[in-house]
C-alpha cells in the first residue's frame, strides 16, 4: 500500500469533498495500472475506472458507521 494516501475517514479528515474522493480514486488507478497518465488508446478505460472507484469510494464512506462517532461530514 502507497503510505502517501490520505485517510478520508474520521478522525483524521472532519469533511470529505468530492475532490478529496476524486484524487484518491485517481491515486489508486494511477498505482492500480502503474500509468500517470494513459496514452490516448487507454484514456476512456482509465477514466471510466476513476469514475468507478470514486462512486464506490462515496458510497462507502456514506454508509461506513464508526462506534461512537458520527457519519463522516461530505461537503
Request: aromatic content about 6%; proline content about 5%.
Amino acid at each position: 500500500m502507497c503510505r502517501s494516501i490520505k485517510t478520508l475517514r474520521e478522525p483524521y479528515v472532519p469533511v470529505v469533498t468530492e475532490e478529496d474522493i476524486r484524487a484518491a480514486a485517481l491515486q489508486y488507478v494511477r498505482k492500480i495500472s502503474g500509468f500517470r497518465t494513459p496514452a490516448a488508446h487507454n484514456a476512456e478505460a482509465f477514466d471510466a475506472a476513476v469514475d468507478a472507484v470514486a462512486a464506490a469510494t462515496a458510497t462507502l464512506l456514506d454508509q461506513l458507521v464508526v462506534r461512537g462517532q458520527a457519519p463522516t461530514a461530505r461537503a
